[in-house]
């Protein structure tokens, strides 16, 4: 360490070494480093690989058309604090998203200002509080939530200090309305509001959506709708026309952001025009909001803005015909999937009609009770067929939930389905005892090549079984980086992911 920084008090210098992973200390050329981040996309399953079928998370195609003018210096470079007057381009491209957001969802205001879905939570149940501030109605402080409910909702009511209350769901995984109007009624003179995920995360339209709305406005509630299934929406129904008041946008989903790893996101609101004078504003940049709004939810006055490029590229190229389209399909695929693997799987929640919406919900409690073999062993093995698991035990346990969006083929489904029934013949082959309880393809997928190429095979299954279980993997053959590991073992203890002190020394040397 150089010592010889007068400007600096000597007990602020480091004094131990940093950045000594070799992986800060291999790759000295642009070349060497292309290679390492190449050996780093083959590790992974992405959607250029195979479809991604993670049930609400809605993993469609982002194409690149959509994503090039992320690249441009004109969105890229400004500062969020930048003078309005010198970003036209940018107030011309909130304008328009706004405009066409409106139309889509048939209400009045929208504020671009929230920086992922669960902000957009956050962002739209406060505006509902600031409603009743301004109404002197401050005890309204119960929160209703469905069971089935989007996964965020209950964490956004209590970080605006509301009182979350759980109302069941029956049987076609519906709103359970007697159960609903019970805790309305009896939570009256405090209630606040409803959230609601339409169409629900069982996968299924809430098919009293409009006497749902009507009866917690009748006792002074207001209704907030999740809007992370809106893929299942857009151009067929707007929400501001059935009965909610406010509700969060997916741009990371429906509208085509690329997410996963954290990000990023957007989740603007939009909200009736009662709501609109609380949307959020901002301090430095005055006419982002209304001047009554609740105040920032965000560092910046439009969010993560450089990304907003994406959404407005994909509904300038799609028009209302096109994503009206898209929901169609991503609803048809979706039943297509559940009609294909009944037979495999019980498919847990249909609407009264026999059909899911966007997505749909496969149940494996029985699989577990009679074999052994849970969501997560389907999961594993889903890697050797080079497939992503659908979203597991979530939000039902013991289940798998697949969204197939309207990005995917025929053909892609189609080998999608048929190998998710090729593990269910696997299953049964355990269950009548062709294959072993313990030593299944199953309980250890997912297989490495060098476990696949070693000189020792002891498994009570060919290698064949393992590497090919279907014949298009002779010709696209996704090879998974690791075996499996414990998940609940990590979960519950730290240890060190550095290099062991053998490969330190390897690398001095």
């Not at 907003?308 to 929901?327: F, P, V």
């Not at 074999?371 to 013991?398: C, N, Q």
């Not at 070693?454 to 996704?478: G, I, M, Q, V």
Request: hydrophobic share 35%; aromatic share 8%; net charge neutral.
């Amino acid at each position: 360490m150089n010592k010889n920084l007068s400007n600096l008090p000597e007990n602020l210098l480091r004094t131990s070494n940093y950045l000594d992973h070799p992986v800060f200390n291999n790759y000295h050329s642009e070349t060497e480093m292309l290679r390492y981040l190449k050996k780093l996309e083959d590790s992974d399953i992405a959607l250029n690989k195979s479809m991604i079928a993670l049930g609400s998370c809605t993993m469609k195609l982002n194409a690149v058309s959509e994503m090039i003018p992320v690249t441009w210096k004109e969105f890229s470079q400004p500062h969020p604090f930048s003078p309005v007057e010198q970003m036209d381009g940018y107030r011309e491209l909130f304008t328009d998203l706004k405009n066409w957001l409106r139309s889509i969802t048939g209400f009045s205001g929208v504020s671009l200002q929230p920086n992922a879905g669960a902000q957009g939570e956050f962002a739209g149940l406060m505006v509902i509080r600031k409603f009743h501030e301004k109404n002197k109605e401050t005890n309204r402080k119960v929160c209703l939530i469905p069971s089935s409910a989007h996964g965020t909702n209950p964490a956004s009511a209590q970080m605006v200090g509301m009182k979350v209350v759980v109302v069941k769901c029956d049987q076609h995984g519906n709103v359970d309305y007697d159960d609903l109007k019970k805790k309305a009624e009896e939570h009256s003179d405090n209630l606040a509001a409803l959230m609601v995920t339409y169409p629900s995360t069982h996968g299924v339209f809430e098919e009293k959506i409009t006497d749902i709305c009507n009866l917690i406005h009748n006792l002074g509630g207001q209704v907030y709708m999740d809007g992370a299934n809106l893929n299942a929406l857009v151009g067929i129904a707007k929400p501001g026309n059935f009965g909610p008041d406010v509700c969060h946008i997916n741009l990371h989903k429906t509208f085509c952001i690329p997410h996963g790893g954290g990000g990023p996101g957007m989740g603007p609101i939009a909200c009736k025009k009662h709501l609109e004078v609380f949307l959020p504003k901002h301090s430095v940049i005055k006419d982002c909001g209304p001047a009554t709004g609740m105040g920032a939810v965000s560092a910046a006055p439009w969010g993560s803005s450089s990304i907003l490029s994406i959404s407005w590229m994909y509904i300038k190229m799609m028009g209302s015909e096109g994503l009206k389209k898209a929901s169609q399909v991503a609803i048809l695929n979706a039943n297509y999937i559940a009609y294909k693997l009944k037979d495999s799987f019980p498919i847990l929640y249909k609407g009264k009609t026999g059909n899911v919406a966007h997505e749909c919900i496969i149940d494996i409690r029985k699989i577990k009770s009679d074999t052994g073999i849970t969501e997560e062993d389907i999961a594993k093995r889903l890697i050797d067929f080079g497939y992503h698991a659908p979203t597991m035990s979530w939000p039902v346990a013991g289940t798998m939930m697949i969204e197939p969006t309207e990005s995917e083929s025929l053909r892609e489904i189609d080998r999608f389905c048929s190998t998710l029934q090729k593990i269910k013949q696997e299953i049964d082959k355990i269950q009548t005892g062709k294959y072993d309880k313990i030593d299944n393809p199953l309980k250890n997928a997912p297989h490495t090549h060098v476990e696949l190429t070693s000189n020792k095979w002891d498994h009570k299954y060919e290698r064949e079984e393992a590497a090919y279980p279907s014949e298009f993997l002779k010709t696209n053959k996704y090879w998974p980086p690791v075996g499996r590991v414990d998940n609940v073992y990590g979960d519950k203890n730290l240890f060190c992911a550095c290099p062991s002190m053998d490969e330190y020394e390897d690398t001095v040397s």
